[in-house]
């Protein structure tokens, strides 16, 4: 059966303006790229995040490995823009992956699916010809990066949109769960909780879960 597509969000703090190119949500992190030689569909039933064959199929197949960012399965579910940089071959939106598992291959950051890894050609014969490269340089952000060194974590938080409600000016009304996930570990969030509604900025996201 068909994932439908949710409405995601990526909230981080945004409790003091950005003043530093290092804040900047539209920024791209250079790094390279490889695939899985055996997932021409889908990803891998057996990663580290232990998703099963759930993991296999989540987001049409766009589902990548990593090293750094699976950080000990809290990076499990993130969703990512990777784009390769070579313009003979490459599109400029790439592809949206998920993190599902952990992986090392040589000096990659992301060890993508077949499909995801072609998906970043700016068509079906580019693809093709970029899975005969076996590995390239990518570049690649999170939704929007969070600004505020003294609370926020870099990751900030998913969330789904289950309901409708509104609290003064505020544009979204989250779990406690979600509202401390915001800071950088556990005191930091319990202290975003005592301030009951803070600044923050979102982009959507078009992973499907």
Do not use: W
């Not at 695939?35 to 021409?40: A, G, I, Q, R």
């Not at 899975?131 to 340089?137: C, N």
């Amino acid at each position: 059966m068909a994932l439908p597509t949710q409405l995601l969000f990526f909230l981080p703090l945004l409790l003091q303006h950005p003043t530093r190119a290092d804040t900047c949500s539209d920024c791209f992190t250079q790094s390279r790229a490889a695939y899985y030689p055996n997932s021409d569909k889908t990803g891998t039933e057996t990663g580290a995040c232990e998703y099963g064959s759930f993991g296999a199929t989540l987001n049409d197949g766009d589902v990548s490995a990593s090293s750094s960012l699976y950080r000990n399965g809290v990076g499990c579910g993130a969703c990512y823009q990777v784009r390769c940089t070579d313009a003979k071959y490459c599109s400029n939106d790439g592809v949206m992956i998920i993190i599902t598992d952990a992986g090392v291959s040589g000096n990659t950051e992301f060890i993508l699916s077949q499909h995801a890894f072609a998906r970043m050609g700016q068509n079906a014969d580019l693809g093709a010809s970029l899975l005969s490269l076996g590995a390239l340089g990518i570049e690649y952000r999170r939704c929007v990066r969070c600004t505020d060194a003294k609370y926020c974590s870099n990751d900030g938080v998913m969330i789904i949109i289950t309901d409708a409600g509104v609290s003064g000016n505020t544009k979204f009304i989250l779990s406690q769960h979600a509202f401390a996930r915001m800071g950088q570990n556990a005191d930091l969030g319990a202290s975003l909780l005592s301030l009951g509604a803070v600044g923050i900025e979102y982009r959507r996201c078009v992973c499907r879960y």
